[in-house]
């Protein structure tokens, strides 16, 4: 009998269901392996994937129905980009970390925490050696870590430039959180000290990276909006805990406008591919309430570009969650409700056809956010590439935010001085 008639006998040889199909399960991949199908033989190297490495499975469906789509190629483990992540918060354990299981070119190959019980915890759930944990006095060891040729900065918004000049130090790579830092100094200081030990940096503008956002860059840039004119939107969230770090001023640097407000500014800037010229903004701090002792509740501001459009953007710690976003043109506008989520993240589009309005929901597969920005930082290091969000992204960002603050602190409106040179790098591979 054949290995392929030998595996599609029936596998019922115990009265359980799921004991039988486990046996005939691992019956199957023995004979695979036997077959040379397997996992790579001993001292057999795997190759790097490429579009052609794909496996393609025969379709079970007819042409009626949309086609199924088979994950991968990913690399082998030993060639993924080693990261290092500094920083076990929220952020970190919900969101990072599990997306290296779906990333196809990262690992995580370290953590940085000064909280040694709670990383060895995490360790143990990712197969991480005990002698990759590192706290925050140790860190610099890192460039003694040949699995790590990546970081991932994940702390209070005030620490990020100690720890990307440390890490650039070390030799490795930085990938470093939004906002990228709390003034425009500490940012030019970072710019310079990846330069200087010739590293990569990137700003985690993980929005970049999104389809959907991705999508509403495309048509913009095809004049499928005509001329962009408006571009609305709003992010905000109901903070709890007042002696949380992002309500304290010396680690965030500001309240909601660096946190989720930059996230209004920045889509401004992406989506339409201008840079605003004027800025007019207010913002509210009530005393009386704990939370906002040290930093403001809400923030709405107005930016001005040279084309004329205009965006109106408003952000809030005081609000129900919030989020949306309206670019809007001659002939078309598009909306993403929510917007700026991990999840969840809906397009919509509406448009003029033979004379009649027509409302469309493109069908766009959903991918995790963090995994694709990662990747892209990946393929930077293997490839030797410019980051598409590079550190130029992240200093331009803090200006706008230091002159939205002093619109906000004088009642004027601020004008913005066009960045120097281009701020993004050349677009996302497609994944």
């Not at 499975?57 to 500094?86: I, N, Y």
């Not at 830092?181 to 990846?194: G, H, L, P, Q, Y």
């Not at 906002?292 to 084309?307: A, K, Q």
């Amino acid at each position: 009998m054949s290995l392929f008639a030998s595996l599609a006998r029936d596998p019922e040889t115990s009265s359980d269901p799921a004991s039988s199909r486990r046996s005939f399960l691992r019956g199957a991949t023995t004979a695979l392996a036997a077959a040379g199908l397997g996992p790579l033989a001993a001292g057999q190297s795997p190759t790097k994937p490429n579009a052609q490495d794909a496996v393609h499975l025969p379709e079970l469906h007819a042409d009626t129905e949309a086609p199924d789509k088979t994950p991968g190629p990913f690399e082998a483990p030993s060639q993924r980009t080693g990261f290092a992540v500094v920083g076990l918060g929220t952020l970190s354990l919900n969101q990072i970390l599990p997306a290296f299981a779906k990333s196809k070119y990262c690992r995580v190959a370290a953590l940085v925490s000064g909280d040694r019980d709670k990383s060895r915890k995490i360790a143990a759930q990712y197969g991480i050696p005990d002698r990759s944990l590192y706290d925050y006095k140790t860190y610099d060891q890192l460039a003694q870590n040949p699995d790590v040729q990546a970081i991932y900065i994940v702390l209070p918004n005030s620490l990020h430039a100690e720890f990307v000049v440390r890490g650039a130090k070390a030799g490795k790579h930085i990938l470093c959180e939004k906002p990228m830092a709390t003034s425009v100094k500490d940012c030019e200081r970072m710019i310079a000290a990846c330069k200087a030990a010739n590293v990569k940096l990137m700003i985690a503008y993980r929005q970049q990276y999104e389809p959907m956002n991705r999508q509403i860059i495309k048509m913009v840039k095809e004049g499928k909006l005509g001329t962009v004119k408006s571009f609305i939107a709003t992010n905000g969230q109901n903070q709890g805990d007042p002696a949380q770090w992002r309500q304290k001023l010396a680690l965030a640097g500001g309240g909601c406008l660096p946190d989720v407000g930059i996230y209004c500014f920045n889509a401004a800037r992406f989506l339409s591919g201008e840079e605003p010229s004027e800025v007019v903004a207010f913002t509210t701090q009530p005393k009386s309430d704990p939370r906002f002792t040290e930093v403001e509740e809400s923030c709405g501001f107005t930016l001005h570009f040279p084309s004329g459009l205009i965006a109106t953007c408003s952000t809030g710690y005081g609000i129900h969650r919030s989020q949306f976003l309206r670019i809007e043109g001659e002939k078309a506008w598009a909306e993403l409700s929510p917007a700026f989520a991990y999840t969840g993240i809906k397009l919509k589009t509406n448009r003029t056809e033979d004379g009649h309005n027509v409302l469309s929901e493109p069908s766009i597969e959903e991918k995790d956010q963090f995994a694709l920005e990662m990747d892209h930082m990946a393929q930077c290091v293997q490839q030797n590439l410019q980051p598409h969000t590079p550190g130029e992204e992240g200093l331009h960002d803090q200006r706008i935010t230091d002159a939205i603050y002093e619109s906000a602190r004088t009642g004027r409106s601020v004008k913005i001085a066009p960045p120097p040179q281009p701020t993004r790098g050349p677009d996302p591979q497609e994944s």
